[in-house]
């Protein structure tokens, strides 16, 4: 029984080992911060060992390989001679019981070392990383000082290896986006986090990788009073428009003079004083239509009135960036602030397929349908995106094929595409291209 218990301790501590390897190298690093500014106990030990992986990986290895060994040569020794001498007694020939003996032992002592002292300390160091990594650091600690010299000798041959190969360099720990998208996946997966929640984590991301030009109201959509047109001009402005603030310009959109309130303006006409529109209009920040929407939210918050004037590089006028324009990137549009007519950006229909807006942002309708965006790109809408792969500007119930996707155009107004029909091409085609005047330009 002591021999049995003896292998027994030896495949307990090599799961001790491989629990203490895994939990070290996969505990997030942030979370051990976290631990430690808390005060929780081997949480600075187990960074510690974090931040020098390779010796830490030598001194279990080493650790490993001992235990391994004596566990192999205690078994065969002790539990095969036992055994074989017991099969012996049973009448089996000695040439049958000492090999049988043995190879019974070997076995079962590898069955237990992989489950009790691989399989199960390993899965359990997965599911509780950052918590056993502060169990076992302090022993772990003490073993990698013992073990200097040898573990010292390992890891530095072991560099030498990567250096022969090329591959001297540890690569830089960080964390990508897609490695954050995925967290944030995993996180509404587990219920750690809801859905909603997850949805504006998404727009926080895809606003950090939108120019000002993606979330701006475009010229054509502004509403705006011409300081030059008169009262008349300007109380029928006031009287139509949804808006709380308004540009306002000398003679025309290019020659912006500021904003005003809104209010302010009605106000005047109620009591029936004149309107002086040079004079109520406050001084409102510039941004080029290629800067970032995040730094556009921080001139936002400095500025004056809460509202940017969008300008290319020569200086002609492009649209305006609202604080509201920011949040519907990042949590819808508000059915309150829909024009008239505006319908859900995205509809889902019995087929499979999409019935999608023009103006739909470009980065939502690929993250919706699963479609690759190059990273360089000149528009910024679903409409743009079909502009781009056509070349032109195509009729109503043409389509182009983009990367197994068919979108076609089921409504113009005027001449900036409304609503676009996408889906598979194999869904889609067949129906479609028996419309009259209906066509297929691949993209």
Known sequence: MLDLAVVLVLIVLNGVFALSELAVVSARRSRLHAMAEAGRPGASAALALAEEPGRFLSTVQIGITLVGILAGAFSGSALGGRLATWLTGLGLPVAVAEPLGFGLVVALVTYLSIVVGELAPKRL??????????????????????????????????DLVFRLLGRAEAPEERVTEDDLRALVAEAERTGAIETAERRMIAGVLRLGNRP????????????????????????????????????????????MLGVVQSRELLAALLVGRPLDLRAAARRAPVVPDTADALDVLATLRAAEVPMALVHDEHGHFEGIV????LTEAIVGAFRSDAEPGDGPVAVRREDGSWLLAGWMPVDEMAELIGLALPEERSYHTAAGFVLTAAGRLPPVGEAVEVQGWRFEVVDIDGRRIDKLLVGPMRAAIAPAARRPGSGLLAG
């Open 322 to 325: 609202t604080p509201t324009d």
């Open 125 to 158: 160091a997965l599911r509780h990383a950052e918590g056993l990594a502060c169990a076992v650091a302090p022993a772990m600690t003490i073993i990698s000082r013992i073990a200097a010299p040898v573990g010292w000798l390992l890891d530095a041959s072991t």
């Open 212 to 255: 000002v030009r993606g979330v701006m109201t475009p010229r054509g959509e502004v509403d705006w009073l011409d300081a030059t047109a008169g009262e008349a001009a300007a109380h029928a402005v006031l009287t139509r428009t949804a808006h709380s603030r308004l540009p306002v310009g000398e003679g025309s959109t290019e020659a």
